[in-house]
């Protein structure tokens, strides 16, 4: 399984960005896919969480705020993130599983960096 991460850009507060994972040998029929992040100077936060059944779960820390969605037809699996903040600044990374499954983490890839500010 190998994830590739995209669309990471300096973003004013207030401001909208879509993040995009691209997934290679990975299937939402035996596990579901995250994103997380991890700001400068902290550890890994999981964001958002999406199964094979389009459950989705959220941290409250960005719920309202993000939306987790996937493209069957391209592999890919989506961030959409709005009314972003300064303390949303971090590297956005897309990883196997949910946070506490046990392949959560498995795998994760080389993320994408997002900065708020003015």
């Known amino acids: 399984v190998q994830l590739v991460e995209s669309g990471g850009a300096l973003v004013q507060p207030g401001g909208s960005l879509r993040l995009s994972c691209v997934t290679f040998?990975?299937?939402?029929?035996?596990?579901?896919l995250s994103w997380a992040r991890q700001a400068p100077g902290e550890g890994l936060e999981w964001v958002a969480g999406?199964?094979?059944?389009?459950?989705?779960y959220y941290a409250e820390s960005m719920k309202g705020r993000v939306t987790i969605s996937r493209d069957n037809d391209k592999d890919l699996v989506y961030l959409q993130m709005t009314n972003l903040r300064p303390e949303d600044t971090a590297v956005y990374y897309c990883?196997?599983?949910?946070?506490?499954?046990?392949?959560?983490?498995?795998?994760r890839g080389r993320g994408t960096l997002v900065i708020v500010s003015s």
């Open positions: 999406l199964y094979g059944d389009r459950r989705e």
């Open positions: 040998g990975f299937t939402f029929s035996n596990s579901g």
């Open positions: 990883v196997t599983g949910v946070l506490g499954d046990p392949n959560y983490l498995e795998v």
